[in-house]
């Protein structure tokens, strides 16, 4: 099954400057999120934690990632503690 195009940085940069300080992301968002983010396709069923692991190899600053990316995969992974996921 195909996926849609990876969303380059710009459009996860525009996503995280949208998001109001102090809102959490949405439950609907969230798992889509960080697949999106770990460049995996919709169907992936792969866990939070691996899906964090697998972003932070391709967003991390000190790999040559975005840092504003890297904020919002930070923020993903924040609220999917929280969540419990």
Known sequence: MLHEPQ???EAFRA??????PGTRLS??????LLKELAGAPPNDERTTQQL???AALRWHPDVGGDA????LLQLARSEARRRGL
């Open 15 to 20: 996503e995280f400057h949208a998001i109001p």
């Open 7 to 9: 969303k380059s940085a």
């Open 27 to 32: 439950r609907l968002r969230l798992l889509p």
């Open 52 to 54: 964090y692991k697998a």
């Open 68 to 71: 504003e990316v890297f904020l």
